[in-house]
């Protein structure tokens, strides 16, 4: 077993990557696809479901988490890994984007954030130095930095003022990081649409030589072509050597598009979320299983799939779990929202390594774009 914290480039397509994150819980292959573990769960699962799909590391959220059932608590429990019986990798985000979208009431200024919880309104302080100390407390292998994510549309002089914010509470943050063998903190790239402040921020980050990058606030509603062209603008200016982790997305065209322009990592709510609400993500194209066309359809969702919840089940049965609300309807979408990103992240991985990445896009795209099998 290692003990130390390394990443490792095995090959490269065009700008696209094939590494290894290798820590003492597990190596991470990438590109990887996280599912989102917010508060030491991802819903509708469990967490062997997840291992066997393929996942080598899941997410989880230092706001969630510290509200309920407390780090202290967790920590006293043996960490979430022991908590949540999950022993691989976990990465952690540093609770700034649910202080800013969840909690209301917030004092935001040097210091840190005073918020009051969504959940009973009891007042909380979250400091750059708390919310490491939080996710010291929590164990995890990968901490994020705290950053002030703002809305947009903004005026510049707003994001410049939170992107400013944001590296000083990334200097905070790596302070109290200090030196913790096997484990790493990334820093977030802010910036928000303005590129050149996208560019000044990474610049400064790969300045404080961190053990990993993110880039922050995309996929908060504005268009795919806004996203990839402040990737194509900020992603080369990170260290080729570090992982590049792009937060919060997305649907599996942004996962095949921002690959292709050096991301390493991602996370996003997407595929539980969508499963919970009757739709399927599948090689060809995502499907609402709410729609009546499906109502007396025998077929399963991809008679190709290795997921029993797309292979075995048939739409009919999915439809009527879907339209009474019956919580196996959830379950079963989910698994199979989770067993095609865990695919799709395989089939990326193969394909740097053959050196054939562009006709991997052109051949999982042209599937999307001829649509779901015709009605019967």
Known sequence: MTERFSFQLLATDGKARRGEITMPRGTVRTPAFMPVGTAGTVKAMYLDQVRALGADIILGNVYHLML????ERVARLGGLHDFALWPHPILTDSGGFQVMSLAELRKLDEKGVTFRSHVDGSVHSLSPERSI???GLLDSDIQMQLDECIRLPAERAEIERAMELSLRWAERCKVAFGEQPGKAMFGIVQGGDQIDLRQRSASSLAGMDLKG??????????????MLATLDETVPVLPEEKPRYLMGVGTPDDLIRSVARGIDMFDCVMPTRAGRHGLAYTRRGKINLKN??????HRPLDEESDCPAARDYSRAY???LVRSDESLGGMLLTWN????YQDLMAGIRAAIE?????DFCEEVSGAWAKGDLPPL
């Open 354 to 358: 053959a050196k054939r990445y562009a």
């Open 318 to 320: 999915l439809h009527h």
């Open 337 to 340: 929202n989770l067993a095609y």
């Open 68 to 71: 309920r059932p407390g780090a």
């Open 133 to 135: 100390e939080i996710q």
């Open 213 to 226: 990058y993110a880039v922050g606030g995309l996929a908060v509603g504005e268009p795919q072509a806004v």
């Open 292 to 297: 009546a066309r499906h109502a007396e359809d």
